[in-house]
């Protein structure tokens, strides 16, 4: 609503296309609600970690909880691999 003016749950975003709204998202500044909870969730430099708050720490390990939780047997057994594959060319 702040960026583009559309609500949710308006009309007009009941019939928007799906590449539409795509490219919407995509156009969202880091300056909007989702852009910054965008920006915590993404964030990896320790350096900016250390003067989180409480809040935007929390954001963050509910989201790489929720990641985590997502990770398949099978996924796991594929890194895996490509670790032992890894090992092997760097032994040769």
């Not at 539409?20 to 970690?49: H, K, M, T, W, Y």
């Not at 594929?78 to 760097?90: D, G, H, P, R, T």
Request: hydrophobic share 35%; charged share 30%; glycine share 4%.
């Amino acid at each position: 609503m702040s960026e583009y003016g559309v609500r949710i749950y308006s009309e007009d975003f009941k019939h928007m296309k799906w590449d539409e709204f795509c490219s919407l998202l995509r156009g969202l500044s880091a300056d909007s609600p989702l852009g910054r909870i965008v920006q915590i969730r993404a964030e990896n430099d320790p350096e900016r970690l250390k003067y989180f708050t409480a809040h935007q720490k929390k954001i963050r390990s509910d989201w790489r909880n929720r990641r985590a939780k997502q990770v398949t047997q099978q996924d796991s057994s594929i890194a895996l691999e490509q670790f032992k594959q890894m090992f092997i060319s760097a032994a040769k």
